[in-house]
């Protein structure tokens, strides 16, 4: 069955981007759409957005244009850009995959915590 | 924006009881939208449920799912130890995926 493993820096400093990225372990990478989710205490779960390999993405209205997501079929994987962090990006980020009728997230990575600070 | 509200917070129940979650949705809903997840701690979310009322593959039959319009239910039969967790439900609509808040199943 598929893998998905995050990896990137673990704290990051007011002001500046928080990238990660996603590696899949099998070509199925093609075939899905893959989605960014993040979970705090005070947020709970949130949807942060989605992509396709094609290069189409859609993301959450509610970070207001801070969130970019790119894809690299070469490498099987994908990354999240989130710009202008504060402590209220501190959260443990997840990617996941979209199931084949794209409404729920079938298989997740193990998350990877991201803390804000300086 | 759809909001999910999910109760109780916390159920405390012995095992081999009966666990009972709700999941409250603000707006009217169609049940192939729902899904419901268990996470365990530091572990990520596993999908469980989905449209409302199928079981993902590998899921135990031990867990139903039911519901329509704006309220789920997440049934438990008998609980065993390892269905002591979180549980989510989640809702999908006009491309934007949201999560209810959780209930936690404790052990009494």
């Known amino acids: 069955q598929v893998q998905l493993q995050e990896s990137g820096p673990g704290l990051v400093k007011p002001s500046e981007t928080l990238s990660l990225t996603c590696s899949v372990s099998?070509?199925?990478?093609?075939?899905?759409?893959w989605s960014w989710i993040r979970q705090s205490p005070e947020k709970g779960l949130e949807w942060i957005g989605y992509?396709?390999?094609?290069?189409?993405?859609s993301y959450n209205p509610s970070l207001r244009g801070r969130v970019s997501m790119s894809f690299d079929t070469s490498k099987d994987q994908f990354s999240l850009r989130l710009t202008s962090v504060t402590a209220a990006d501190t959260a443990v980020y997840y990617c996941?995959?979209?199931?084949?009728?794209?409404?729920?997230?079938?298989?997740w990575g193990q998350g990877t915590p991201v803390t804000v600070s300086s | 924006e759809i909001v999910l509200t999910q109760s109780p917070g916390t159920l405390s129940l012995s095992p081999g009881e009966r666990a009972t979650l709700s999941c409250r949705v603000s707006q009217s809903v169609h049940s192939d939208f729902l899904a419901w997840y268990q996470q365990k701690p530091g572990q990520a979310p596993r999908l469980f449920i989905y449209a409302a009322s199928t079981r993902a593959t590998g899921i135990a039959d031990r867990f139903s799912g039911s519901g329509s319009g704006t309220e789920f239910t997440l049934t438990i039969s008998r609980l065993e130890p390892e269905d002591f967790a979180v549980y989510f439900c989640q809702h999908y609509g006009g491309s934007l995926w949201t999560f209810g808040q959780g209930t936690k199943v404790e052990i009494k």
């Open positions: 996941a995959r979209h199931s084949n009728t794209w409404r729920y997230f079938d298989y």
């Open positions: 992509i396709y390999h094609s290069g189409s993405s």
């Open positions: 099998d070509r199925s990478i093609r075939s899905y759409y």
